[in-house]
């Protein structure tokens, strides 16, 4: 049981590393690391049911002009992290629903709180260019390299504690709210699911369509294909 | 001053990967862009001291899409860059996991890792070389038209891959969904259109919004 919150705060760490400092492959993704976390934890259908619904939020969160997006990286191994903890503890689908519910909400506000975050970790970046082109001109060839590792460093070591930090504060006050209100919770789940999928495919159709009617035709010849396809075919 | 040889284009496409490790307002990618740069600068001054003014220099502000920086470090291309990327194919490469989750399968995010680091990560890796033999003239060399074109089909094919989800969100495993379900979903997607009109608020400010309306109306009943 312990280690699983462990794992889950690591990963946090590695997914804010992919976020911006390494590679950018997108392993930072919710699904991506819901679907790492639903292993760990060993519930992939809460995993699943919360790590849909971020991934489709965070793809809608463009990087538009100088405004910085919100983390999902964190916001994502944090929601679906809280979501498994909670759910660990419950038996019924039911209560699982209340306990996404949650989850959702919790990563969201976790990628909000982490913009200021991120731009203090920019900030002090900062700092450390300007100790690097100093360093090179005083003839330490090798600052680069260092103050790139520094640099990797302090966002991984950001990434878990932050991750740690909002788990433990999640599970600590949600604990009884997801056992005694699973039934609302359920509820507002059924509600809020198809919202929040529908308001995130929209802003990414949006963003797809470009104003163009010839696309906009594309996306409602697939939707009523599929549909009939889905439709007949399974009859 | 010696050529540059293949081995340093290979370094200089590993360090891309650093590019923005040490990412901050004042000089964005400028330290990821003299870490990748030096292999070459190596080999291009001998001389330590004036190897390292070119170096200091180079810490200067830099700034552009992150895999089309290995172009750029071979050889204007930020804008083509992040419109592919950021604002393409890495909402397509979601939607296209989140496809493959909602219709059951595990393979959801490898779907997403490998739509997206297929191009991604061979762009990162060509494109040192790439930059290297067109030198200044690469978005004259038809890379720019390719790119452009991607982007296109790509935008089609998000369309079209967005109405395949949202079917099968409606009519998961060719059963239809309940009818607050169907309901919700449309209208959230007949808000989602009118949201994004305006960049402010964001959609996961309407989202946070949207998730209060539900808690109010799930601890009302």
Redesign the interface.
């Known amino acids: 049981m312990n280690a699983a919150p462990l794992a889950t705060a690591v990963l946090g760490g590695v997914a804010a590393l992919d976020a911006e400092p390494v590679a950018q492959t997108l392993f930072s993704q919710p699904l991506v690391t819901a679907t790492v976390l639903g292993f760990v934890w060993g519930d992939w259908a809460t995993a699943f049911e919360v790590g849909i619904v971020l991934q489709v939020l965070a793809a809608s969160t463009l990087p538009v002009g100088s405004r910085t997006p919100e983390d999902y990286a964190t916001g994502g191994v944090v929601g679906v992290g809280v979501a498994l903890a909670l759910a660990n503890h419950e038996a019924f689908t039911i209560a699982k629903q209340g306990c996404a519910m949650l989850g959702v909400l919790v990563g969201m506000v976790v990628a909000t709180a982490g913009i200021p975050l991120l731009k203090w970790k920019r900030r002090t970046n900062e700092g450390l260019a300007r100790w690097c082109e100093e360093a090179v001109r005083a003839g330490d060839a090798s600052a680069p390299a260092r103050a790139q590792g520094a640099a990797i460093v302090l966002s991984f070591a950001l990434g878990v504690t932050y991750t740690a930090l909002c788990l433990g504060v999640g599970i600590v006050l949600l604990d009884r709210v997801a056992a005694q209100e699973s039934l609302r919770l359920a509820h507002a789940w059924t509600l809020a699911r198809p919202l929040w999928l529908g308001l995130g495919l929209a802003q990414v159709l949006s963003a797809f369509l470009q104003r163009r009617l010839t696309r906009g035709v594309a996306f409602g010849a697939a939707l009523v294909a599929t549909w009939m396809f889905l439709m007949i075919g399974g009859h | 001053m010696s050529r540059i040889q293949p081995s340093d284009l290979r370094r200089i496409a590993w360090r891309t990967?650093?590019l923005?490790?040490?990412?901050?307002?004042?000089?964005q990618q400028?330290?990821?862009w003299?870490?990748a740069l030096?292999p070459a600068l190596r080999r291009i001054y001998p001389d330590?001291a004036l190897?390292?003014?070119r170096?200091?220099e180079h810490?200067?502000y830099f700034n552009t899409q992150?895999?089309l920086a290995s172009v750029a470090l071979g050889a204007a291309l930020a804008a083509i860059g992040?419109r592919l990327f950021?604002?393409?194919l890495?909402?397509?490469?979601?939607?296209l996991?989140?496809l493959f989750?909602?219709l059951g399968s595990?393979f959801?995010?490898l779907a997403?890792?490998l739509s997206?680091?297929a191009i991604?990560?061979v762009l990162r890796f060509t494109g040192v070389r790439i930059g290297h033999a067109a030198g200044p003239g690469v978005l004259g060399s038809g890379l720019r038209d390719r790119l452009e074109a991607m982007v296109r089909r790509l935008?089609?094919l998000?369309?079209?891959?967005?109405?395949?989800?949202?079917?099968?969100?409606?009519?998961p495993?060719?059963?239809?969904a309940?009818m607050?379900?169907?309901a919700?979903?449309?209208?959230?997607?007949?808000?989602?259109?009118l949201?994004?009109l305006r960049?402010r608020p964001?959609?996961?400010?309407?989202?946070?919004g949207?998730?209060a309306l539900?808690?109010l109306?799930?601890?009302r009943?």
């Open positions: 990967l650093l923005q490790a040490a990412f901050n307002y004042e000089r400028g330290i990821g003299a870490y030096d330590d190897r390292r003014e170096l200091a810490t200067a992150p895999t992040d950021w604002f393409t890495r909402p397509f490469a979601a939607c996991g989140v989750a909602v595990p959801g995010a997403l890792l997206y680091n991604h990560l935008g089609v998000g369309c079209v891959l967005i109405g395949v989800l949202v079917a099968a969100l409606l009519a495993g060719g059963e239809p309940t607050t379900f169907q919700t979903l449309i209208g959230g997607l007949l808000f989602g259109m949201a994004a960049s964001s959609p996961t400010q309407w989202a946070l949207l998730g539900c808690l109306a799930g601890f009943r």
